[in-house]
Each structure stands twice: as structure tokens, then as C-alpha cells.
């Protein structure tokens, strides 16, 4: 069965520096999505990228968050300069389409720790 | 702001016996509703969803009740197994075009042998 899978699985960061997560959706969905959860607390929506744009963004992703589909199969996001309060888990997520249509499926994610 | 509230931080069942999780949202927008599982380290999987014109959908031992008057809605898993013990995570996506899921905290299941 198709999954969403995602690289690295653990990442470990000094305070402003930049990282980049990279996810692989699944091959026939269209709609992609960043999420994160810091420990101990609920899973939160950062944004959504549709047609090569941003559909839809939270006010946890201001100007340091920024994602890419650089080819045809990866989608990526960074933070330029990453914060403690940065540290969580990251899970991408992907759809066909728009939820209440199809489901957004996730990715197994990845621990970031900023030190 | 709590839109989706998962009031019960953990559930212990005995195996086979019906386990019940609960989920209250506040937003009237809500219109479609899904239940996620997950295990330790692993990302959010799919269970089940529901759309606000149901009130019931079913799918093998998962079945998902909407209460839209109550704003309330609730998993049924009948019956519970040892591989069923994870957090459940209600999510909710509003019907104004949002894209991004409205989790609540979750509900740690254990189911006990």
C-alpha cells in the first residue's frame, strides 16, 4: 500500500541554524501538508501546498517556514533559523484532494531537537 | 482556544469488551470528522471519518457516531484487541475552506488482557 514517507527520522540542530525536512507523498495526490507536535501536546496544522502554491497557512508558519516541491516527487520544509521552541515532531501529510473529499493520509515523521 | 476537545487523557479496556472514545468540538463550521491512531513514533494513521449529513458510519469493528445538535461525536471499537492500544486523535476540518485538521489532545487506549 502507498505511504507517505519522510527523511530524517531524527534531526538534531544547533539554535539558528537552518533545516530542511523532506517528505515523499504519495505518487497520485495533489494536496500536501506540514504539521507538527511539540511534546506533550496536540498535532497542529503549519500549511497546505496545492498546485505548486500555498493553499492555506496557520499563524504558527510566519516568515521563517517555508516549503518547496522542488521536482516531481519531494516536498520540503524549512525553517531558516531554528528556534528552541522549534523542537517537535514534523509529520507531512497528503491528499487527493480536499479533505472532506479524501483523507489526509501521514507520513511516520521527524523528531526535531534544536539545542 | 480548544476547537476540538478530547476530555478523557486515557481509557483502559478489557480485551473484547466495547471501547467508547469521545470528542466535543465547538466550531459549527466542522463539517467533516475524522479519527486517527497512533503508536509511539509512528505518524497519525486513519481510522474512520464522518460527514456532518451522517450521523453513523461503520467500517469492520470502527463505528463512528455524530451527534451534530450536542456538537459530540464518538468511536466505538467492538471488540477491542490488544493491537487496538494507541492514542486515538478527533480531528475536524471546517467546511470554509480550510485545509489544515483540527486535532484534540487525544485518548491514550490501553486495552488490558
Known amino acids: 500500500e502507498p505511504e507517505v514517507t519522510q527523511t530524517p527520522s531524527h534531526q538534531v540542530t544547533q539554535m539558528g541554524q537552518e533545516v530542511i525536512l523532506r517528505c515523499v507523498p504519495i505518487?497520485?495526490?495533489?494536496?500536501f501538508y506540514w504539521y507538527r507536535q511539540i511534546l506533550g501536546q496536540k498535532v497542529e496544522f503549519l500549511v497546505s501546498?496545492?498546485?505548486?502554491?500555498?493553499?492555506?497557512k496557520s499563524e504558527i508558519f510566519d516568515d521563517q517556514f517555508s516549503v518547496e516541491r522542488p521536482d516531481g516527487s519531494n516536498f520540503t520544509l524549512k525553517i531558516r533559523s531554528t528556534k528552541l521552541e522549534d523542537s517537535a515532531m514534523y509529520f507531512c501529510?497528503?491528499?487527493?484532494?480536499?479533505?472532506?473529499?479524501?483523507?489526509?493520509?501521514f507520513g511516520p515523521g521527524t523528531r526535531l531537537l534544536v539545542l | 482556544d480548544q476547537q476540538v476537545k478530547q476530555n478523557s487523557p486515557s481509557l483502559s479496556v478489557q480485551e473484547g469488551r466495547i471501547s467508547i472514545l469521545n470528542c466535543d468540538y465547538t466550531?459549527?463550521?466542522?463539517?467533516?470528522f475524522l479519527w486517527y491512531k497512533k503508536y509511539p513514533a509512528e505518524g497519525p494513521t486513519f481510522l474512520i471519518s464522518?460527514?456532518?449529513?451522517?450521523d453513523k458510519n461503520e467500517d469492520g469493528r470502527f463505528t463512528v457516531f455524530l451527534n451534530k445538535s450536542a456538537k459530540h461525536l464518538s468511536l466505538h471499537i467492538v471488540p477491542s484487541q490488544p493491537g487496538d492500544s494507541a492514542v486515538y486523535f478527533c480531528?475536524?476540518?471546517?467546511?470554509?475552506?480550510?485545509?489544515?485538521?483540527?486535532f484534540g489532545k487525544g485518548t491514550h487506549l490501553i486495552i488490558q488482557p
Open positions: 505518487s497520485n495526490h495533489l494536496y
Open positions: 480531528a475536524a476540518l471546517s467546511g470554509g475552506g480550510a485545509d489544515g485538521l483540527t
Open positions: 464522518i460527514s456532518s449529513i451522517k
Open positions: 501529510a497528503s491528499s487527493k484532494a480536499r479533505t472532506n473529499q479524501e483523507t489526509q493520509y
Open positions: 501546498f496545492y498546485n505548486n502554491e500555498i493553499s492555506e
Open positions: 466550531n459549527s463550521m466542522f463539517d467533516y
